[in-house]
């Protein structure tokens, strides 16, 4: 083998097992794998056993928990970030985190190129590749499924034969989990129509418990603590997973549009997304005015479609970024939700910025809101639309007569 390294984007799944063997029988090179931990709960531990298993030359392992709680999930807070309104976006955060990671490492052990397990079917071969070129465009990428068009079943086939161990789980589902939400994907799930069975799922359980109420507290649109309790973002998230899916509450099951032009039937869990996105929105609502909170949605929605479309990297993220920080300085104050089997419910919201007036909303006493103003302003207000009204009506009446 020639003594050329390349560093392998790690999980120990079935994907980057079969590239070690790849890039060392095929392309000759000298394999580093590095697993980055965005809170994907794996036994590090194990994986770097099954790497020297595969005869890697060296495994390191990168705790990035922090980080990608840090200065990627509390952005996506602030932009409400979920893609076609539904996916939080949790796969597709950590690929812009992994890519520099592994970049560094590449630094490090001089290596001639990095390579990732992505098959040409998906995003996060996007995702990676522009990260990566962003960050160097003279890196050779190698994407070893990509190349050999390799699917699952013959993944599998080459698994066996090239002695990589693989689990029972691998074989029925794909799944990539961070602190952020779990994606289960493939096997019978293709099947738009098929129900999930529960038992894919790891942090959603409906254990029919009694209903629970939780205080979310936020600060400049990040949550810092729960029932008058602080805590860190990277404590808060898994926290929150673990007491949200006791209630049943953060499946996500819907027809989701790929990059590369495909449908596909996406099954998340993510408990914790859910459950700060209802509250972060509802705060949101209270603090910004009519005018921030329609144009944010906006601003919120592109940002989400780029973060999805592997544009990471791109400057508009960032000065996106500028402008709803901006937004979130207001964004403080706390949020009450109901947990209730299976159901997730804001009850109540208060910020010392908050925007609404008790004695202007009241129909019940007194205030300083005089009503006789009302009259005049909706007659500017409605003064187009009641004659653009007798235009048309004068259109149809003289087309009438015509006849
Ligand atoms: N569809 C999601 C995304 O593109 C999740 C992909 C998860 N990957 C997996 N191997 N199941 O971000």
Not at 211 to 231: A, H, R, S, T, V
Not at 333 to 345: A, M, R, T, W
């Amino acid at each position: 083998m020639s003594n050329k390294k390349v560093v392998l984007a790690f999980s120990g799944g079935l994907d980057t097992s079969v590239c070690v063997k790849y890039l060392q029988n095929y392309h000759k090179l000298e394999v580093i794998t590095a697993t980055v931990d965005c809170g994907q709960g794996d036994d590090l531990a194990e994986i770097s056993k099954k790497s020297k298993i595969l005869g890697a030359l060296k495994h390191v392992n990168i705790d990035a928990k922090k980080e990608f709680a840090e200065g990627f999930v509390n952005k996506s807070i602030m932009a409400n970030g979920l893609y076609e309104g539904k996916y939080p976006l949790a796969t597709a955060l950590t690929r812009p985190l992994i890519a520099t990671k592994i970049m560094e490492v590449a630094t490090q052990e001089d290596a001639i190129a990095v390579a990732h397990g992505c098959t040409g079917k998906g995003n996060d071969q996007v995702r990676f590749d522009i990260a990566i070129l962003s960050l160097d465009p003279s890196i050779k990428i190698i994407a070893p499924i990509r190349e050999m068009n390799l699917t699952r079943d013959l993944e599998i086939k080459y698994a066996k034969k090239n002695k990589i161990p693989i689990d029972e789980e691998v074989k029925k589902y794909s799944t990539d989990t961070n602190m952020w939400g779990r994606a289960i994907e493939g096997g019978i799930l293709e099947d738009p129509w098929i129900e999930p069975p529960e038992s894919i799922f790891k942090l959603v359980k409906n254990l029919n418990i009694p209903d629970e109420y939780l205080e979310l507290e936020f600060e400049n649109g990040i949550p810092i603590g729960i029932d008058n309790q602080k805590m860190s973002l990277t404590d808060l998230i898994p926290y929150l997973n673990i007491k949200a899916g006791r209630h049943g509450i953060g499946v996500i099951d819907f027809i989701e549009d790929r990059v590369v032009g495909i449908k596909t039937r996406e099954i998340y869990e993510a408990p914790a997304a859910q459950t700060i996105f209802v509250a972060h929105k509802d705060l949101e609502q209270l603090v910004l005015t009519k005018h921030e909170l329609r144009f944010k949605q906006i601003v919120d929605d592109q940002w989400s479609w780029m973060v999805y479309s592997g544009l990471w990297f791109d400057p508009l993220r960032e000065d996106l970024d500028r402008f709803i920080d901006a937004t979130q300085k207001r964004v403080t104050g706390k949020v009450k939700v109901k947990l209730q089997n299976g159901s997730l419910k804001v009850v109540g919201r208060k910020s010392i910025n908050s925007l609404y007036s008790q004695t202007l909303a009241t129909y019940l006493s007194d205030s300083d809101f005089n009503q006789n103003l009302a009259k005049g302003f909706i007659e500017l207000w409605g003064m187009e639309t009641v004659v653009a009204n007798r235009l048309s009506r004068n259109i149809s009446r003289n087309k009438k007569r015509e006849k």
